[in-house]
């Protein structure tokens, strides 16, 4: 099988890697690209765990093609770090307790950052509702919707990033 | 009891790792490559009992960037932490669809992955059994006929010639007789079904075996000791070469206590030439072919007065461990020692067995025995509430154990210390926070019903009787203090909290205390397990008495330097004061490397504390009576034996919603209490409860895995195997800490991180059986079964709610 070389921007930074057809992203995230940020528990589009934000967008990394992704924006949680300082959602998430063994946290993290640019003015019912896609086995996700809703208040502009 | 003013303790500190974890920085063993690395795949059994005549590997070794491939014949050697029957690849026999076979090591895991299909294993098929009560029977297949012969812990007793991996017998009073006493006997039969931990990291192991005969391993485990012993022991290396260091680890449950692959990959990394090898399970691979959680059936019969008072009890657990018990019988044995939960009963006969069978093999879980034994009895405690017409908040409360009364004792015999906890108040205080007295408001779709229901629960630690543990505090120059301690650090909170409690002991801030994420036999000294939630009061002991150890030797050198007697000193803010005079003291920094007076000369050198936690008042329980052995006077401890050094006692209360025409199950409120003894981070201890809780009601309506035909993992997935998702939590949760101090938990406090899953799983159930008389004894609480148990028990409800729901939908189309 021939590779063929992809370029995607991964955390900011221009990457060129050599693919196979058959390699999903979340395979050359983590093995080729060295990204250890992306988690997986499942490898089949399950648990969630290796999500990323793919121009933008939360997608499971183990559901896409690497050669889907050339040319593509790919942000992980380790790209949400500004200047070395953690961003809102991941200040909260410390602060509200929203993590256990943290084997699942990154790509909750890159979710709700998503989820709270779309909707900064979200309901309990809708953060549980979009959350559900992700396995957390330790947290039991009460304090993860207390984070994403305390959260919500940076994404709406009412409190300074970095306060 | 008053308040004690506390510094750091009460405080919700977050643990100082979460800020590489989300960032995804925080390195797992998954996240792990060494040099030269390769990978190892598994060859599992097609077969759920055979003879293995042959294995060719021949066109796996074609495959470009094999190096070797591995079977039984390399490795003949079996392990176990209890019971030793796990062998590390088949030995002659597979013993059920998933036991690994042979392991194939290559430089990639697309070339182990192509390898692994290559491997032609020739089979000779024996007859198998998947039942416990079918493997009981004399004529049964036997999965381990040697086992006389395998290693055994003198606690467990095996029955050779049978399937029996562990037989449990506990008797207190007049046993099985104190039924004639009984006004009310009631008889019921209970399932569990096997179960997934469910951890997000699999199981995955980094080994290299080096020429000289050292073993470094880097492995996603709760522990480093009692599996660097075990794997010692097997494979006749010296303990002392073995190095094993625990990174992040992403979930344990008990799941990855006891021994891992670590020895396996230890053997394939020198059998493919000393290289570093990593073995990962895949989802499939860690739910067919390594241990799950023990499935069971239990038959049990209570008997009560008129007036609500138990009088007699008898169960009896068939524990299927699988093909290996290893871990399990402790989990059986546990269940059966613990049965009388929160209750004190006069007489008792019990009798748990942990039985082979033909499936994947089992090992511990978070709970360990308790949230079995408690599906049992708080379920017919509340059948007993309804029999008697007594409210079972009520019938709880008049037969609880009294902590402190020496005629109110557990099963095995042994009366609870006064300072146990407030177990009278755990009850009451669930009680009001769901609001006991006051009716659950009914929804509007008159098809659904809601009901409240509650249950106890006790847990303590399930530990060999001479489990111990050693801390070591150490000081840098700035006199900050780093925390030595082999507690294993997988999202408990533990670690934090004996940082915590190191902080308010020195007079220190939290930011002056330091731990470390890298567990290692190499600088970490000894803790037997990180198991049993025992690691917050057994370390945090031992640490207390490190830090007590290295005050001493402060005190010794600013004695001579102030001219005071030692005993006039005392540490607070990084400074040695005298008491009453603060204006003479040294700063710390002058003292934690020696002091030098100003002419050069040095006094004394780095402090070093040191402690240790010795469990001296815990003994066995004899086999055939489950009573504690007598404690030997000459230790200073009398009779009789503990099996655990503490238990704490919790409640669970829910509000559920019952939907009579599918059997959906909505758990809609949720409040726990747990008597704690000291609440050292309110953060992380309300994230136990609330993870514990989920787990618990997952486990309750949700999980289980399936076997097919041939024994074998149906639902090796998580799309089969459901657990609960964020959409799935109740709204309300609420959690109280109670905290009755026991005076050598540290600082008072008592462990609970597995409490907190316990009696959410019978409280549910107690919930469905108040509000429709519908009883379950049969776990999960899926729709189907729910459905199913209306139908049969009550259909004039399914009925009743069938013509409401007609009557609501022409009335909402007219």
């Not at chain 1, 896409?64 to 959602?89: H, N, Q, Y």
Request: hydrophobic fraction near 40%; charged fraction near 20%.
């Amino acid at each position: 099988m021939a590779g063929r070389m992809i370029t995607l921007r991964l955390n900011g930074q221009e990457r060129r890697v050599e693919v196979e057809d058959n390699e999903t992203l979340l395979y050359v995230l983590r093995y080729k690209l060295k990204e250890m940020s992306v988690k997986s528990a499942c490898w089949k589009g399950e648990c969630g765990l290796c999500t990323v934000l793919m121009d933008g967008k939360p997608v499971k990394s183990c559901m896409v093609l690497a050669v889907e992704a050339d040319g593509s924006d790919i942000v992980t949680a380790t790209g949400l770090v500004k200047d070395g300082e953690l961003s809102p959602i991941q200040k909260a998430f410390v602060e509200h307790g929203a993590l256990q063994c943290g084997f699942c946290t990154p790509a909750f993290v890159v979710a709700a950052h998503h989820f709270l640019q779309k909707n900064p003015n979200p309901t309990r019912e809708q953060v549980k509702e979009f959350l559900s896609g992700l396995i957390c086995r330790c947290t039991g996700y009460a304090q993860i919707i207390d984070a994403i809703m305390d959260a919500a208040k940076y994404y709406r502009g009412e409190q300074k990033a970095s306060p | 009891m008053s308040k004690q003013a506390f510094k750091v303790l009460g405080k919700p500190v977050p643990p100082p790792d979460s800020y590489e974890k989300v960032t995804g920085t925080a390195p797992y063993t998954f996240d792990m490559e060494l040099p030269g690395m390769l990978y190892a795949k598994l060859v599992t059994s097609t077969e759920p009992h055979a003879r293995i005549k042959s294995i060719d590997y021949s066109k796996a070794l074609q495959v470009p960037g094999v190096r070797i491939v591995a079977t039984g014949k390399d490795f003949p050697v079996r392990i176990g932490i209890y019971v030793g029957d796990r062998d590390m690849l088949a030995i002659e026999k597979a013993l059920w669809v998933g036991h690994p076979v042979a392991a194939v090591v290559a430089e990639s895991i697309k070339a182990a992955e192509k390898a692994i299909d290559l491997v032609e294993v020739e089979y000779d098929p024996l007859p198998a059994v998947f039942d416990v009560e079918e493997a009981l029977k004399p004529d049964a297949p036997l999965l381990h006929p040697d086992i006389a012969n395998y290693k055994i812990s003198p606690a467990f007793k095996p029955v050779p010639g049978t399937n029996i991996a562990n037989q449990f017998r506990m008797i207190k009073g007049e046993g099985e007789a104190g039924f004639d006493k009984a006004d009310l006997v009631i008889e019921k039969t209970f399932k569990m079904p096997f179960l997934h931990h469910a951890y997000m990291e699999t199981w995955n192991t980094i080994a290299h075996y080096k020429v000289t005969g050292d073993i470094e391993i880097w492995t996603s485990s709760q522990s480093p000791y009692a599996p660097r012993y075990l794997m010692a022991m097997s494979l006749g290396v010296p303990v002392g070469k073995i190095k094993m260091r625990i990174p992040y680890v992403g979930g344990g449950f008990g799941g990855k206590a006891g021994v891992l692959i670590e020895p396996l990959v230890a053997m394939l990394s020198k059998k493919a030439g000393y290289k570093p090898v990593k073995l990962v399970m895949s989802r499939a691979e860690q739910m067919r072919s390594m241990p799950v959680i023990a499935g069971y059936k239990a038959y049990a019969k209570i008997g009560f007065s008129k007036d609500g008072k138990i009088v007699a009890y008898k169960v009896r657990f068939l524990f299927d461990t699988g093909a290996f018990a290893d871990y399990t019988v402790n989990v059986a044995r546990t269940a059966g020692y613990a049965c009388t939960g929160v209750y004190d009963m006069p007489n008792v006969y019990c009798e748990s067995l942990a039985i082979y069978t033909n499936k994947v093999p089992t090992t511990a879980i978070r709970g360990f025995g308790y949230p079995e034994n408690h599906w049992v009895l708080e379920r017919l405690m509340d059948m007993a509430a309804r029999e008697l017409r007594m409210d079972p908040v009520k019938i709880r409360s008049i037969n609880l154990l009294r902590p402190g009364d020496p005629t109110s004792t557990t099963g095995y015999g042994s009366p609870l210390r006064a300072d146990a906890g407030d177990i009278q108040g755990v009850l009451k205080t669930s009680a009001e926070l769901i609001e006991w007295d006051k009716e659950p408001e009914q929804p509007k779709e008159p098809w659904k019903i809601r009901a409240k229901g509650i249950a106890m629960s006790l847990k303590g630690p399930s530990q060999p009787p001479n489990a111990v543990d050693a801390a070591i505090v150490k000081f840098n120059e700035d006199a900050s203090v780093d925390i030595l301690v082999a507690t294993g650090n997988y999202g408990q909170g533990t670690v934090n909290a004996l940082r915590m409690i190191v902080a308010e002991a020195f007079d220190l801030p939290l930011d002056k205390v330091h731990i470390t994420w890298m567990n290692s036999t190499e600088w970490m000294p000894y803790t037997w397990q990180t198991v049993g939630s025992r690691s917050t009061f057994t370390v945090g002991q031992a640490l207390l008495r490190a830090v007590e150890d290295a005050k001493r030797q402060i005190f010794d050198i600013a004695s001579t330097v102030l001219k005071v007697p030692a005993d006039q000193l005392e540490l607070a803010d990084g400074k040695v004061y005298v008491k009453g005079e603060p204006w003479m003291s040294i700063p710390l920094t002058e003292i934690v490397n020696g002091y030098t007076f100003p002419n050069g000369q040095v006094l004394g050198g780095p402090i070093i504390g040191r402690g240790i936690h010795s469990p001296g008042i815990l003994s066995y329980l004899d086999p055939d009576t489950g009573q504690a052995l007598p404690i030997n006077p000459e230790t200073g401890h009398s009779e009789p034996g503990h099996a655990t050094v503490f238990y704490t006692f919790g409640s669970t209360a829910v509000e559920v919603e019952l939907d009579l025409l599918t059997g959906d199950i909505k758990v809609l409120k949720a409040t726990q209490v747990y008597d704690i003894g000291r609440l050292i981070n309110p953060l992380t201890a309300k994230g136990q409860a609330i993870g514990g809780l989920i787990m618990g009601m997952s486990r309750a309506l949700y999980e289980e895995l399936i076997f097919d035909d041939s024994g074998g993992v149906a639902n090796p997935n998580f799309s089969f195997y459901y657990v609960a998702r964020a959409k799935d939590i109740p709204d309300d949760i609420r959690i109280k800490f109670l905290e009755t101090p026991q005076a050598d938990g540290p600082f008072g406090a008592r462990g609970f991180s597995e409490n907190v899953m316990i009696a959410v799983i019978p409280a549910i159930a107690n919930a469905i059986e108040r509000a429709t008389g519908v009883s379950i004894t049969e776990l999960p609480m899926t729709h189907e079964r729910v459905w199913r148990a209306i139908k049969e028990q009550r259909p004039d409800l399914i009925e009743k709610a069938l013509k409401a729901f007609q009557e609501w939908k022409n009335a909402s189309q007219g």
